[in-house]
């Protein structure tokens, strides 16, 4: 007798306790939803620095989708802009970063950004000497692995790093 109100009790808990899970899990999903965005700022503020060894000091750079990017590029070396500038340029998905340097070399009046590939830049800096900063913002774009340069004549090869948008 005492198995069976035991048996009785378990199956009416069980019952009480069943149904509308969907509920549950929807509201459960829209909470860690609101968690996560409150713990994602809107805006990311990202300080990346090159020096006269033609070196930035990161390599990769991660953001999320809908995240508003302030980035700050600080050379910290001691040579000009003219012998050793730095920009920072964020590249379009699949475009050629050699390509892009190359073609780079020949556009100083624009900033090394040549004008029949500006198609291929989501963002970029203006080129700064030693001890000179630039900042620029600009919302993250679409969830995927970009590639960042320095388009100044011959320092792609050395200065990049990725750019990951997070979904």
Known sequence: MKKM???WLSTLFMISCGGGNEKKTA???????????AKIPKTVKISIEGDDMMRYNIDK?????????????????????????HN???LSLGTDKAAFGMAAMSAKEQGYVP????????AATKVVGGGESTAITFDAPAPGYYE??????????LMNGSFVVLP
């Open 61 to 85: 750079i991660e953001v999320n989708a809908g995240q508003t990017v302030e980035l700050t590029l600080t050379h910290t070396g001691q040579m000009s802009a003219l012998t050793m500038g």
């Open 5 to 7: 109100k035991i048996l």
């Open 27 to 37: 509201s459960a999903t829209e909470t860690a939803e609101k968690i996560i965005s």
């Open 115 to 122: 004008q029949d590939m500006k198609g291929n830049v989501i």
């Open 148 to 157: 960042f340069i320095c388009s100044f004549p011959g320092h792609y090869g």
């Open 88 to 90: 920072w340029i964020l």
